[in-house]
C-alpha cells in the first residue's frame, strides 16, 4: 500500500487520539494504529475513571527525567487552558478542581474518549484496531510500518505508543523497540505513580484501612519526598493517592539501593504534637477503659492497637489511667511518625506511570522531531518525561502531540 500524503500514528492513547484529531483538523489524512481491539483503554482508567486531564500548573518543574524542561516549549505552545478549550471544543467543558487540577465537568473518562473518538471519525480519520506496528523502516521520502497486518508507507510518523507501566491496560516495551531500532536510545525504566512497599509485619493487621496521614520518605533519616492525604494500607505496604504520588522516589532508590530508606507517617497530621500529647494526657481519665479500647474515637481501633504494641505500651488489658507520662510521649511520637523500613515500590505492573523512556535528547523539544530520522516524531509517555501525580502526564500527551502534529501537518509533503 503506498499512501504518500498520509500522517501515521502509532498508538491510540492519549496522545495518539489527540493528535489524530488535531492533524485532521488541519487538513492531513491520517491513519492511526492501535495494537488492542479498541483505542483508549488507559484513558479510561484515569481518575479513578473521572480522567485528571490537565493541571492549571503544569511546567517544568513537575516533570522528572534527563531533562525535564524538554517539556518546556511543548508546554508553552499548548497551555492546561489550550487543553481545556482543546476539550470544550469536542464537547467536553471542564472545570478546574483542587491543586489545580483539571476534570472534564461530567467527571467521565469515558467521555473524554467517547469525544476524541466521535471528533477523530467525523474527521475522517482511520483508525486500525487489532494493528500492532513492528517496525519503523525509514525511507527516502517517508518511513514503512510493518505491522501486524502488513505494510503500509506513510509520509510522517508520530510514536505515540506510551510506556511499560500498567501492562493490563496495554502498557508495554513496543515503543522503545521501535525507537531504538531506529537508532534511538533509552534510559532504564522504573515504576512511577505506584504503591510503596514497607516491612510487612507492622502493617499486615491493617490491610484495608484507609485514613488521611501525613507521609515523609527519608534517605538515610534526611526527608526525601513528602505528601499528604488519603493512605490506604495494604499487607505489602502503603497504597491510596499520598503513597502513589511519593512511590517513585521509593522505586528509583529500590534501583540504586544506596543507603536506608524508611518511610514516617504522621497518622493525626491536623493536630500539632504538644496538643497530641495534652488530648492523651485527658483521655487516660476515661473511666473504665482498658487499654485495647482507650484509643477508639480518636484512632481506627485496629490502628491504635497496633501503635501502642509499636509504643511498648502494654498489655492491651492494662487500665488507661495505668498509662505513665513517659509512655504517652513515647506514644505521641509514634502517632506523629511511625517509622516503617521502606522495602521498595510496586512493580511497573501495578504502576501508573514508567519513569525513564527514550531519551529526549534524540528530538527536538519544540517539533518532536526525531533527530535520527526526519520522518519520525515521538509524544508522550514512550519518551524518558514523567509527570507528577494530579493531571501532568496527561497534559504532557496532549501538549507533546500538539507540538508534533503541527510540525508534521506543516512540513508534510
Ligand atoms: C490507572 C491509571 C490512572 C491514571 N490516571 C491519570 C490521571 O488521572 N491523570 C493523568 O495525567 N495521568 C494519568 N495516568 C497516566 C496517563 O494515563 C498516561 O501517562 C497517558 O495515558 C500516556 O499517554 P500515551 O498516549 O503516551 O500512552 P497510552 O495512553 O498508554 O496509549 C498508548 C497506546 O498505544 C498502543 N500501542 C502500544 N504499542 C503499540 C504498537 N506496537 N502498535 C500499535 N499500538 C500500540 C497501546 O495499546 C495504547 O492504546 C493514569 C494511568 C493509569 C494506568
Request: hydrophobic share 45%; charged share 20%; net charge neutral.
Amino acid at each position: 500500500m503506498r499512501d504518500k500524503r498520509v500522517i501515521g500514528v502509532i498508538g491510540g492513547g492519549a496522545a495518539g487520539l489527540s493528535a489524530a484529531v488535531m492533524a485532521a483538523r488541519r487538513g492531513g489524512a491520517v491513519r492511526l494504529f492501535e495494537k488492542q481491539p479498541r483505542v483508549g483503554r488507559k484513558l479510561l482508567a484515569t481518575g479513578n475513571g473521572t480522567c485528571n486531564l490537565s493541571n492549571l500548573h503544569a511546567s517544568p518543574e513537575h516533570y522528572h527525567g534527563g531533562d525535564p524542561g524538554f517539556v518546556f516549549p511543548a508546554l508553552r505552545a499548548f497551555s492546561p487552558q489550550d487543553a481545556m478549550a482543546f476539550f470544550a471544543s469536542i464537547g467536553v467543558p471542564c472545570t478546574v478542581r483542587e491543586n489545580g487540577r483539571i476534570y472534564p465537568i461530567v467527571e467521565q473518562a469515558s467521555a473524554v474518549l467517547d469525544a476524541l473518538r466521535f471528533e477523530a471519525e467525523a474527521l475522517g480519520v482511520q483508525m486500525l484496531t487489532d494493528t500492532a506496528v513492528t517496525a519503523i523502516v525509514p525511507r527516502q521520502d517517508g518511513v514503512r510500518l510493518q505491522t501486524t497486518v502488513g505494510a503500509f508507507d506513510v509520509s510522517c510518523v508520530l510514536v505515540a505508543v506510551g510506556g511499560a507501566a500498567s501492562g493490563r491496560l496495554g502498557g508495554s516495551a513496543d515503543g522503545y523497540r521501535l525507537l531504538t531500532a531506529i537508532g534511538h536510545e533509552k534510559t532504564p525504566l522504573f515504576p512511577s505513580i505506584v504503591q510503596i512497599k514497607t516491612a510487612k509485619d507492622p502493617v499486615r493487621p491493617l490491610k484495608g484501612l484507609r485514613l488521611d496521614a501525613a507521609l515523609t520518605l527519608c534517605l538515610d533519616g534526611k526527608a526525601a519526598a513528602t505528601s499528604e492525604g488519603e493512605v490506604l494500607f495494604a499487607d505489602y505496604g502503603l497504597s491510596g493517592p499520598a503513597a502513589m504520588e511519593i512511590g517513585r522516589v521509593a522505586a528509583d532508590w529500590e534501583r540504586r539501593k544506596q543507603g536506608h530508606m524508611t518511610v514516617s507517617i504522621d497518622l493525626l497530621p491536623g493536630i500539632v504534637a504538644p496538643d497530641l500529647l495534652d488530648m492523651l494526657t485527658k483521655r487516660r481519665a476515661l473511666p473504665g477503659r482498658t487499654l485495647d479500647r482507650w484509643l477508639i474515637g480518636l484512632l481506627p481501633k485496629a490502628l491504635g492497637q497496633t501503635l501502642l504494641k509499636v509504643a511498648g505500651v502494654q498489655p492491651l488489658s492494662r487500665m488507661a489511667d495505668s498509662v505513665t507520662d513517659a509512655e504517652l510521649r513515647v506514644l505521641t511520637d509514634i502517632i506523629k511518625g511511625w517509622m516503617l523500613p521502606v522495602e521498595g515500590a510496586a512493580g511497573m505492573d501495578a504502576a501508573q506511570v514508567t519513569a525513564g523512556g527514550v531519551k529526549t535528547a534524540g528530538f527536538d523539544p519544540a517539533t518532536m522531531r526525531s533527530r535520527r530520522c526526519p520522518f519520525v516524531y515521538a509524544a508522550g509517555e514512550v519518551l524518558d518525561i514523567d509527570g507528577d501525580c494530579g493531571g501532568y502526564n496527561l497534559q504532557w500527551a496532549w501538549a507533546s502531540a500538539h507540538a508534533a502534529v503541527t510540525a508534521m501537518t506543516e512540513e508534510r509533503t
